[in-house]
């Protein structure tokens, strides 16, 4: 089940920075942190308010990846729907990405329970190229839905 407290969206970018655990130090890093934080001022710009998409990981099985200090190999998607309600979409075929298709085990809730509200196709964009630079820094496999 998701956890229904969310972060505020006022949550500094400093908050934030640190809960993702960036290396800003990495170009990729750097341009999709940019991307994200363009994307932000133009959502407060336009006045968004609430979450209008998620971005969710799911596990992919029998996908292993050992060139990857994990080994785990994951997608990344974004959503209007709950992400759980997502998933299913996936397993039922219902627009679904192959891979997850196939091969989704679980979504992993815990690789983006903290997102900020995302108010925006641009939001949601930038976030999840975002958190695939991240998850891919920290050692996984990273597949992503367009």
């Given at each position: 089940?998701?956890?229904?407290?969310e972060p505020r969206h006022d949550q500094s970018m400093t908050e934030t920075r640190r809960a993702l655990q960036l290396d800003l130090s990495r170009?990729?890093?750097?341009e999709a942190w940019r991307n994200f934080e363009l994307a932000v001022e133009q959502a407060d710009r336009l006045g968004l308010k609430g979450r209008?998409?998620?971005?969710?990981?799911?596990?992919?099985?029998g996908h292993l990846d050992l060139d990857k200090p994990t080994g785990v190999t994951v997608f990344i998607g974004q959503t209007h729907l709950e992400p759980a309600e997502r998933l299913q979409q996936h397993r039922d075929g219902h627009r679904a990405d192959q891979r997850v298709a196939e091969h989704g085990s679980v979504l992993r809730e815990d690789l983006f329970v903290d997102q900020p509200e995302l108010r925006s196709r641009q939001e949601a964009d930038a976030y999840q190229a975002l958190l695939a630079e991240t998850l891919d820094f920290g050692g996984y496999s990273v597949y992503t839905g367009s």
């Open positions: 089940m998701m956890r229904r407290t170009s990729a890093s750097l209008s998409f998620w971005v969710y990981v799911v596990q992919l099985s």
